[in-house]
């Protein structure tokens, strides 16, 4: 194994230049949680439309670029879903965007912006209802 | 300044000692620089541990048979060769717990909550302390009222002694320190620490889990009334701490645990304890862990503390010479090894600790990231983490290159 290929170019280029990094004024669906052992921060903010679907959403957050990358990715999946369709995003889609082999410990940093999406949906008005 | 040459260790011999240093990851050699959180085992640990499982296996203490006197005589041993490292007075001094942190507990538990501190006294930490020293006091003020205060540290990395002096009064009952930062590698002046706290009456309790594997001490020099460290990270196993006190402040700590060994008689409903240090060893020991510590002061006192400490000078000035080559990369703490332990914590440009890391992981070099249980450290220097190299007595010139070619990779990582 190399170093390049855990920090590969597209990772890298997720932590250099995120997408959709910054406040969001109005969100409606905010959570925020870190990993303690890195420090890694991620917070989520999301507007959703009248139809439950998540038409903007940024992070915050600072950490490793395994955690960073990761948040700016899962901000590219989000965009756009419903609330169904995000609440029923799986890890693997995650892992699949990192394509990467990850050790346990890093795969709490790969997997924290899903942890606070799954938390931001906690708040999300039920669909069904 | 020139080292006399026969004071500085065969790093080769040493390496060889080592079982593990064998090991390749991923096919490179095992480049091991985190000594401060865990140190490696010599074979003679090892072996120490593996002759009491196989050879003389039983309870101490009690048991009236060959095996049983042999064990009592080697953990007994074990306590008289970890006083004569320290310099202490007598055996009797040397409480085994399960480590650093157990130890820390236990002077804020049967000292502080149990014990003699009140409403209104004050126990003065600092900002340098790692969470094990934090924590326990935290406990003091919870139950019994008392008031922490805090000497910060200056940018370099030093404990501010002139606000030392201002925080201390009659009022102030314990006084809490590191001997080495487990974070900038600082040795703080403890003798005259210890010597102003007690000019107002008040204890020292000494962090020695930093020091003790790396410089001598003599904890009678120093005046210490506590003072906690673990084998593990002095060559021996996990699991094995050690708390020295003297028998004056060890008569006044009431005992954590309650159990077999830590009493004199037992009466339903009351009991009373056996002699110090017994009475706070409750429950059947870490036999092997304490025989192991034996033999991992044995092979330090061997080698000479003062040559540990002289060949960790080396490596460290050098490891400070090298990556203040390198442009980018910013080291905490202060820069004069004879203030410095071999502890180097340092941050690359915009490259996260963890990702530092795990680059150096990928060629076998192991270091730490992240907060080194030390966060309000981290907050003064307002950091969330940092990458910390660390020295051990099998590190030489090789290993610190390793560690800065595999800085030099990280910042192509990253540029």
Same mark, same amino acid.
């Given at each position: 194994?190399?170093?390049?290929?855990?920090?590969?170019?597209?990772?890298?280029?997720?932590?250099?230049?995120?997408?959709?990094?910054?406040?969001?004024?109005?969100?409606?669906?905010?959570?925020?949680?870190?990993?303690?052992?890195?420090?890694?921060?991620?917070?989520?903010?999301?507007?959703?439309?009248?139809?439950?679907? #998540?038409?903007?959403?940024?992070?915050?957050?600072?950490?490793?670029?395994?955690?960073?990358?990761?948040?700016?990715?899962?901000?590219? #999946?989000?965009?756009?879903?419903?609330?169904?369709?995000?609440?029923?995003?799986?890890?693997?889609?995650?892992?699949?965007?990192?394509? #990467?082999?990850?050790?346990?410990?890093?795969?709490?940093?790969?997997?924290?912006?899903?942890?606070?999406?799954?938390?931001?949906?906690?708040?999300?008005?039920?669909?069904?209802? | 300044?020139?080292?006399?040459?026969?004071?500085?260790?065969?790093?080769?011999?040493?390496?060889? /000692?080592?079982?593990?240093?064998?090991?390749?990851?991923?096919?490179?050699?095992?480049?091991?620089?985190?000594?401060?959180?865990?140190?490696?085992?010599?074979?003679?640990?090892? /072996?120490?541990?593996?002759?009491?499982?196989?050879?003389?296996?039983?309870?101490?203490?009690?048991?009236?048979?060959?095996?049983?006197?042999?064990?009592?005589?080697?953990?007994?041993?074990?306590?008289?060769?970890?006083?004569?490292?320290?310099?202490?007075? +007598?055996?009797?001094?040397?409480?085994?717990?399960?480590?650093?942190?157990?130890?820390?507990?236990?002077?804020?538990?049967?000292?502080?909550?149990?014990?003699?501190?009140?409403?209104?006294?004050?126990?003065?930490?600092?900002?340098?302390?790692?969470?094990?020293?934090?924590?326990?006091?935290?406990?003091?003020?919870?139950?019994?009222?008392?008031?922490?205060?805090?000497?910060?540290?200056?940018?370099?990395?030093?404990?501010?002694?002139?606000?030392?002096?201002?925080?201390? +009064?009659?009022?102030?009952?314990?006084?809490?320190?590191?001997?080495? +930062?487990?974070?900038?590698?600082?040795?703080?002046?403890?003798?005259?620490?210890?010597?102003?706290?007690?000019?107002?009456?008040?204890?020292?309790?000494?962090?020695?889990?930093?020091?003790?594997?790396?410089?001598?001490?003599?904890?009678?020099?120093?005046?210490?009334?506590?003072?906690?460290?673990?084998?593990?990270?002095?060559?021996?196993?996990?699991?094995?701490?050690?708390?020295?006190?003297?028998?004056?402040?060890?008569?006044?700590?009431?005992?954590?645990?309650?159990?077999?060994?830590?009493?004199?008689?037992?009466?339903?409903?009351?009991? +009373?304890?056996?002699?110090?240090?017994?009475?706070?060893?409750?429950?059947?020991?870490?036999?092997?862990?304490?025989?192991?510590?034996?033999?991992?002061? /044995?092979?330090?006192?061997?080698?000479?503390?003062?040559?540990?400490?002289?060949?960790?000078?080396?490596?460290?000035?050098?490891?400070?010479?090298?990556?203040?080559?390198?442009?980018?990369?910013?080291?905490?703490?202060?820069?004069?090894?004879?203030?410095?332990?071999?502890?180097?914590?340092?941050?690359?440009?915009?490259?996260?600790?963890?990702?530092?890391?795990?680059?150096?992981?990928?060629?076998?070099?192991?270091?730490?990231?992240?907060?080194?249980?030390?966060?309000?450290?981290?907050?003064?220097?307002?950091?969330?983490?940092?990458?910390?190299?660390?020295?051990?007595?099998?590190? /030489?010139?090789?290993?610190?290159?390793?560690?800065?070619?595999?800085?030099?990779?990280?910042?192509?990582?990253?540029?």
């Amino acid at each position: 194994m190399a170093a390049s290929d855990l920090y590969q170019e597209h990772i890298l280029d997720h932590y250099k230049h995120p997408r959709n990094k910054g406040p969001l004024p109005g969100a409606s669906l905010n959570a925020k949680d870190s990993n303690p052992l890195c420090g890694d921060e991620v917070v989520l903010h999301l507007k959703v439309d009248g139809s439950q679907r #998540i038409s903007e959403v940024r992070f915050e957050g600072q950490g490793c670029a395994i955690s960073q990358a990761s948040a700016s990715m899962l901000t590219t #999946i989000v965009k756009g879903v419903t609330i169904p369709e995000a609440e029923a995003l799986e890890r693997d889609a995650i892992l699949k965007e990192l394509g #990467i082999p990850l050790s346990a410990v890093r795969l709490k940093c790969a997997l924290l912006s899903l942890h606070v999406l799954k938390l931001a949906l906690r708040n999300a008005p039920d669909a069904r209802a | 300044m020139a080292k006399p040459a026969k004071v500085l260790l065969n790093v080769p011999a040493v390496k060889a /000692d080592f079982p593990i240093l064998q090991r390749k990851i991923r096919d490179k050699r095992l480049v091991y620089l985190d000594s401060a959180a865990t140190s490696q085992k010599p074979q003679q640990v090892i /072996d120490a541990t593996s002759d009491f499982y196989s050879r003389y296996n039983a309870n101490v203490h009690r048991a009236i048979y060959e095996l049983g006197e042999e064990a009592t005589r080697e953990y007994e041993g074990a306590r008289e060769k970890v006083a004569a490292f320290i310099r202490a007075k +007598s055996a009797n001094e040397i409480v085994f717990t399960k480590s650093t942190t157990e130890s820390l507990n236990l002077v804020a538990y049967g000292y502080g909550v149990k014990g003699k501190i009140e409403k209104g006294d004050e126990i003065v930490g600092t900002v340098m302390e790692h969470h094990s020293n934090h924590v326990p006091w935290h406990f003091v003020k919870d139950h019994k009222g008392a008031v922490l205060k805090y000497v910060d540290v200056t940018d370099e990395g030093m404990l501010k002694m002139e606000q030392y002096d201002e925080l201390l +009064s009659k009022r102030t009952k314990i006084v809490t320190v590191t001997l080495c +930062s487990n974070v900038l590698g600082t040795i703080n002046p403890v003798k005259e620490i210890a010597k102003r706290a007690h000019e107002v009456g008040a204890v020292c309790v000494v962090d020695a889990a930093q020091a003790a594997p790396h410089m001598p001490i003599d904890v009678q020099s120093l005046g210490a009334d506590f003072l906690a460290f673990s084998g593990h990270k002095m060559l021996g196993p996990t699991g094995i701490g050690i708390l020295y006190g003297t028998a004056e402040v060890l008569e006044a700590t009431e005992p954590l645990l309650g159990g077999g060994e830590m009493i004199r008689e037992v009466h339903l409903g009351r009991a +009373s304890w056996n002699d110090v240090p017994y009475k706070f060893e409750g429950g059947t020991p870490n036999i092997a862990g304490v025989i192991g510590l034996g033999a991992a002061v /044995d092979y330090l006192t061997k080698l000479g503390m003062e040559a540990v400490r002289a060949h960790e000078m080396e490596v460290t000035q050098y490891a400070l010479d090298e990556i203040r080559r390198i442009k980018g990369v910013t080291i905490y703490g202060p820069k004069d090894v004879k203030r410095k332990a071999g502890v180097l914590a340092f941050t690359i440009g915009n490259a996260h600790p963890h990702d530092i890391a795990s680059i150096l992981d990928v060629d076998g070099i192991c270091i730490r990231s992240g907060h080194h249980c030390a966060q309000p450290l981290m907050e003064r220097y307002d950091l969330p983490a940092t990458a910390r190299a660390s020295f051990y007595v099998y590190n /030489d010139l090789d290993d610190v290159d390793a560690l800065m070619a595999g800085i030099r990779k990280v910042q192509e990582v990253f540029a």
